[in-house]
């Protein structure tokens, strides 16, 4: 019986794992790098022990590391979350080799799955459909646009799977998907299109499979584009019987990580419903499965495609969770403890639908920073790995959070998910909030016309601008606020003069506001440091105001915004010259592209930056030549760093 589980991991999943530990009164113990020191899941837990470091190979990744923990907290048992250690084969053979209880598949298991060339193969030979594989090539030299490729008769590209090999004239069904066989979340991935993108998108996704999974080898696949991405929850004890609970749709992706998730799928047929169940189970028996893993597939119509078996608990579970009223990490551990599953699958009931809140911008790029409030209200389930005051590092996921909301059908849980996100108070960071509701009221996606290329199709990105009455509202409480804290005469309207000389206005990033006398048409009810009420036209709107050192955040029916309160003296500012190219995050530099004096093209990629966990190519804007190159590879630089200046062709 466990009565002590270590949680190997971090995060949301650390405190998801730790919530159902307390229910059935078993002791819990989290390990910590130095930036998470302050984490909510490291004061949640009964113990918590120090990985000294900062970055996750250092820590997190550190087997040696992690039973050192186990054996200084007295953890008789080990849970390896998602990500990081969870689909290391070797690491849960050194739990098991260490006498504690390992709350996940045999290591066999991990390492049948865990490189997907392989795993492809022994599906494939079991009868569960699969993509076929690509052989890795070349353009011939005399058809640079050629669709007909032929090998590439120069030295073998390091890491790639060597029986990758094709006979002349091989007919490449472009587009490719270049993956990495290990690990998974989207990384090492790359689309080509087109043949002379192969070898760059070789070497870049080689690149990120190291640097995330500690394994360079890659495959290729045909792409096959406008398809579902649909997995089946599957759990197994040690007896024999395994179960499908379900499938999960997860085609709403951007740089091939999930962004929605629900539960069932809401675009394929009972009969194809059935081959998936029936394809997820086959693949849990044919490797001897034992416990929660994810069976995932490309579905198009009526073909089915294995893409890969995640041997672990899903970052989206919590919709399977929801729909069959189980809790898949209890069922973990009973498992890992001996019991029998009994009674069979519990039947599906209604609708389930989770989003993942990140700290990123509109361009997907992470945020790093001190998150000032975070309050998520409604009839929605809260998975987070944060609270009000948290600090999101540059070192790990710049996940916050998942939202998810269940209903009777799936009307109802989208309508409860867009309700929580559109009042949520999330202060300090931008997030991808905007992003989330567009999709979530986009017609398509009402409509259950889902894929995994739905945020190319559909432009969901604008953000929520401020706007006049946005600023007038931070504007009046900003004045509010100034007569509270004046120290003499604070009855007296702000700004006052004997002999008024002109409007009273407000500066805003992008906006001004005048304030006194107020725009025609609008009334102020009411007007305190966090409170206004505007009345305009018959309308009555109440704005939340929230301040933080310059940073304005408004909240109201209309919306959430952020605005940039501006100095009416700025202070001198560093000059930066012109085409300059900033680095748009804390990150570190990968690679230096170019050279001073070298002639550039308008997108050519010029600086790569490494920032949580994911390559950042940094771009020419223009054409022209490179006047000067501050960044070097290997330095840790901050947000706006000057990183390469390139002198526009016609200047």
Not at 443 to 448: D, H, Q
Not at 463 to 476: F, I, K, S
Request: net charge negative; proline share 7%; charged share 20%.
């Amino acid at each position: 019986m466990i009565t002590r589980l270590l949680v190997a991991n971090r995060g949301e999943i650390a405190r998801r794992v730790f919530r159902t530990c307390r229910a059935l009164g078993i002791e819990t113990v989290a390990v910590f790098a130095d930036p998470d020191a302050d984490a909510p899941h490291v004061a949640e837990a009964d113990q918590a022990v120090r990985l000294r470091g900062e970055h996750a190979s250092a820590t997190y990744l550190d087997i040696s590391r992690i039973l050192e923990a186990c054996r200084v907290s007295g953890a008789d048992a080990v849970h390896p979350g998602y990500g990081f250690l969870s689909e290391n084969a070797a690491f849960a053979r050194a739990v098991l080799d260490a006498g504690l209880t390992w709350v996940g598949p045999p290591p066999a298991a991990i390492a049948a799955m865990g490189s997907k060339i392989e795993a492809k193969r022994l599906m494939a030979a079991a009868g569960v459909p699969v993509l076929p594989s690509v052989p890795v090539l070349t353009p011939a030299p005399d058809s640079p646009d050629s669709r007909t490729a032929t090998p590439d008769t120069g030295p073998a590209v390091p890491g790639l799977a060597p029986a990758m090999a094709a006979s002349p004239g091989v007919n490449v069904p472009y587009p490719l998907l270049v993956k990495a066989s290990a690990g998974g979340g989207g990384r090492g991935m790359r689309i080509v299109r087109e043949p002379y993108e192969l070898e760059g998108a070789l070497a870049a996704a080689r690149r990120e499979a190291a640097a995330a999974f500690g394994d360079a080898e890659v495959f290729v696949e045909p792409l096959l584009e406008d398809a579902r991405h649909v997995e089946v929850q599957v759990l197994a004890d040690a007896h024999g019987t395994v179960w499908s609970l379900g499938e999960r749709e997860c085609s709403i992706q951007r740089r091939h990580q999930k962004v929605v998730e629900e539960c069932p799928s809401p675009g394929i047929t009972a009969e194809v419903r059935e081959r998936l169940a029936e394809a997820a189970v086959l693949a849990a028996e044919t490797i001897g499965y034992v416990g929660a893993g994810t069976v995932e597939f490309l579905v198009k119509g009526d073909t089915v495609a294995f893409l890969e078996m995640n041997t672990r608990l899903q970052v989206e579970h919590p919709v399977t969770e929801l729909v069959h009223g189980v809790d898949l990490v209890a069922l973990q551990l009973s498992v890992a403890e001996g019991a029998r599953l009994e009674g069979g699958p519990p039947a599906p009931r209604g609708h389930a639908v989770e989003v993942r809140l990140y700290a990123e911008d509109a361009e997907y790029l992470p945020q790093s920073g001190v998150l000032h409030h975070f309050e998520i209200t409604g009839e929605v389930r809260v998975d987070s790995g944060v609270e009000s005051g948290s600090v999101v590092s540059t070192y790990y996921d710049p996940m916050l959070a998942k939202v998810i909301a269940h209903g009777a059908n799936r009307d109802e849980a989208i309508r409860k998910l867009t309700g929580a996100l559109r009042t949520a108070k999330l202060h300090g960071l931008t997030t991808n909030r905007d992003l989330l509701l567009n999709i979530l009221k986009n017609p398509a996606f009402l409509a259950g016309d889902t894929t995994t290329s739905f945020l190319d199709r559909h432009d969901v990105r604008s953000t929520q601008a401020p706007g006049e009455l946005d600023a007038l509202a931070a504007a009046l409480a900003m004045a509010a606020a100034n007569r509270a804290e004046a120290a003499v005469l604070g009855g007296l309207p702000s700004g006052w003069r004997n002999v008024r000389s002109q409007p009273r206005h407000a500066r805003f990033a992008g906006i001004e506001v005048t304030y006194d006398p107020l725009p025609p048409g609008v009334e102020v009810v009411s007007a305190t440091p966090y409170q206004v009420i505007l009345e305009c036209g018959e309308v009555r709107r109440t704005y939340a105001i929230a301040r933080y050192g310059t940073v304005v955040h408004v909240e109201s029916a209309l919306g959430a915004v952020r605005l940039e309160a501006l100095p009416r003296l700025p202070e001198p500012v560093a000059h930066v010259a012109p085409g300059s190219l900033l680095a748009p995050m804390p990150g570190s530099v990968l690679r230096v592209e170019v050279e001073p004096g070298d002639r550039v093209a308008r997108g050519q990629v010029v600086v790569v930056l490494e920032a949580m966990k994911m390559e950042h190519q940094i771009s020419a804007p223009v054409d022209g030549v490179v006047a000067e190159v501050s960044a070097e590879k290997g330095r840790q630089v901050d947000a706006g760093a000057v990183l390469v200046i390139i002198q526009e062709e016609q200047s």
